[in-house]
């Protein structure tokens, strides 16, 4: 195995209930299948929305899924890499947010 994460174990995520808890994975699963349906949102925005945020929390088994997806949903690679730079900036500007924290911790120490 060259890395941690093996696009090979990708497949195996649908059978997780066979090591245990079965009904939870169940549960999850048909969740999962419920959530990613035609909605007020279509199949296609939800496979773009799983994608950004796929690059959002760094999971390489969800930007391998999701990438596949949408592109079978008739994404483009401009929009699909739309979607990771709003993911980027969102994640950016969660950081930056905080910094009113720390301003207002230093204003306070500073008088």
């Given at each position: 195995?060259?890395?941690?994460?093996?696009?090979?174990?990708?497949?195996?995520?649908?059978?997780?209930?066979?090591?245990?808890?079965k009904?939870?994975?169940?549960?999850?699963?048909?969740?999962?299948?419920?959530?990613?349906?035609d909605?007020?949102?279509?199949?296609?925005?939800?496979?773009?929305?799983?994608?950004?945020?796929?690059?959002?929390?760094?999971?390489?088994?969800?930007?391998?899924?999701?990438?596949?997806?949408?592109?079978?949903?008739?994404?483009?690679?401009?929009?699909?890499?739309?979607?990771?730079?709003v993911?980027?900036?969102?994640?950016?500007?969660?950081?930056?947010?905080?910094?009113?924290?720390?301003?207002?911790?230093?204003?306070?120490?500073?008088?």
């Open positions: 195995m060259s890395s941690y994460y093996n696009s090979e174990d990708l497949p195996k995520f649908g059978k997780i209930g066979e090591f245990g808890a009904d939870l994975a169940k549960d999850f699963f048909k969740y999962y299948g419920e959530t990613f349906k909605g007020a949102l279509t199949e296609r925005e939800k496979s773009l929305i799983a994608l950004a945020v796929a690059h959002s929390m760094q999971c390489p088994y969800c930007i391998d899924a999701y990438t596949t997806d949408t592109i079978q949903k008739g994404c483009t690679e401009d929009e699909m890499m739309e979607a990771v730079h993911a980027a900036a969102l994640a950016a500007g969660v950081k930056l947010v905080h910094s009113v924290q720390m301003i207002n911790k230093a204003k306070e120490v500073t008088m």
